[in-house]
């Protein structure tokens, strides 16, 4: 299987990735809600959490939802999403770290180690759209520990961007074939 026909399989198995684009953005708006009415200790326990569901809901969503066969088995890109999950994950024990220490930049922290995972979505979907999304995610969190916005929620602005971009990622992918055998 060639790189663009892995790209294709993927595009058509997840609908180009935006039901694991929409769950992650309300997840971030989840926590962000939380972090509000109860502090950013609980706000990220929210994120943590609800980020080990966004793969299991958002497959679901494609199966049940959009009608989407798994991808073919030997698409070379299978592992490439939890292979860059290790390297977020590495980004979210950082943020996690800071909670004791400052507060204000966890979840900035949290926006850079999950926007820059989805730089990887690039080569799994062959969609350079991910890229923007990468960089806008990631240049949240380095705006608001640089005090560049300081009133900016990064967990809001992280939320809304995804919810944003799932809706462009989904009119893009609407018309790939939803069923292969």
């Known amino acids: 299987m060639h790189i663009n026909e892995a790209q294709q399989d993927f595009r058509r198995a997840y ?12 997840v971030w708006l989840a926590a962000a809600i939380t972090s509000q009415g109860h502090g950013v200790g609980r706000g990220f326990a929210v994120l943590f ?22 991808e073919v088995a030997g698409n ?32 900035a922290v949290a926006a850079i180690a999950a926007g820059t995972r989805y730089a990887m979505f690039k ?35 992280v939320g809304g961007l995804e919810v944003i971009f799932a809706g462009i990622f989904l009119a893009r992918n609407l018309r790939s074939r939803p069923l292969t055998t």
């Open 15 to 26: 609908v180009g990735g935006s039901p694991g684009v929409l769950v992650s953005g309300l």
């Open 49 to 70: 959490i609800g980020g080990m569901i966004i793969h299991p809901l958002s497959t679901v969503l494609c199966r049940k939802v959009f009608g989407r066969a798994k």
């Open 123 to 157: 080569t799994i979907y062959g969609d350079r759209l991910f890229w923007l999304l990468a960089g806008l995610m990631s240049g949240v969190g380095v705006l608001v520990i640089f005090g560049a916005v300081p009133s900016l929620s990064p967990a809001f602005a």
């Open 76 to 107: 070379p890109l299978a592992g490439a999403a939890l292979e860059s999950t290790i390297s977020m994950i590495g980004g979210l024990v950082a943020a996690w770290l800071l909670i004791p220490l400052r507060a204000e930049y966890v979840f």
